[in-house]
């Protein structure tokens, strides 16, 4: 069956870069949908942060789109997420999840990592 | 940007109540309205797409009803495991980002 997993430090010093690598297996990355990260900061609800198609367009959420960038390596079937300029606001689970796109453009998130913790802190 | 405001943001109930959740956008998606239930500790899951359909395996006891700005989540029977919190979110000119979530808790 389709999995995600999320990888990448656990912490992180302020003002530096996040970086996240979701492995997907079970399924090509470049065969189709769109994948996305998601997070949720303690006691927060989830705050969608990005996607990306599997042909490597992306959008991004508008409050977060100066220091997000998102991109696709379909020859190790994964995708990152690199966030800059972190302050501790930016401490919070990561999840990335698959874009799934059912019909007439309706889509939506059917599979998802664990999740991962990041705290920004020095 | 589309804002999704989601009534109300916690409720109390218990096991058999009939739950009911809303959510309002800021302007119409049509249908393109998703549902997620989420557990502390675990992965969030899809419940409910496109306003209405009931995403494989999830049981029939929940479902989704609206269209245009406003939508509903109901749980017939309110069951121990879902207690948990929900949230929607629109999947509409790759505008995706969530309500602000409501939290079931047991009364």
């Known amino acids: 069956q389709v999995q995600l997993q999320e990888s990448g430090p656990g912490l992180v010093k302020p003002s530096e870069t996040l970086s996240l690598i979701c492995t997907v297996s079970g399924y090509s990355i470049s065969s189709g949908s769109s994948w996305g990260w998601i997070r949720q900061a303690p006691g927060k609800g989830l705050e969608w942060i990005g996607s990306i198609s599997h042909s490597g367009n992306t959008y991004y959420n508008p409050s977060l789109k100066s220091r997000v960038t998102i991109s696709i390596d379909t020859s190790k079937n994964q995708f990152s997420l690199k966030l800059s300029s972190v302050t501790a606001a930016d401490t919070a689970v990561y999840y990335c999840a698959r874009e799934i796109e059912y019909s007439n453009s309706v889509t939506a998130f059917d599979i998802w990592g664990q999740g991962t913790m990041v705290i920004v802190s020095s | 940007d589309i804002q999704m405001t989601q009534s109300p943001s916690s409720l109390s109930a218990s096991v058999g109540d009939r739950v009911s959740i809303t959510c309002r956008a800021s302007?119409?998606?049509?249908?393109?309205l998703n549902w997620y239930q989420h557990k502390p500790g675990k992965a969030p899951k899809l419940l409910i797409y496109?306003?209405?359909t009931l995403q494989s395996g999830v049981p029939s006891r929940f479902s989704g009803s609206g269209s245009g700005t406003d939508f509903t989540l109901t749980i017939s029977s309110l069951q121990p495991e879902d207690f948990a919190t929900y949230y929607c979110?629109?999947?509409?000119?790759?505008?995706?980002?969530f309500g602000g979530g409501t939290k079931v808790e047991i009364k």
């Open positions: 979110q629109p999947s509409y000119s790759i505008q995706l980002t």
């Open positions: 302007q119409s998606i049509n249908i393109y």
């Open positions: 496109a306003a209405s």
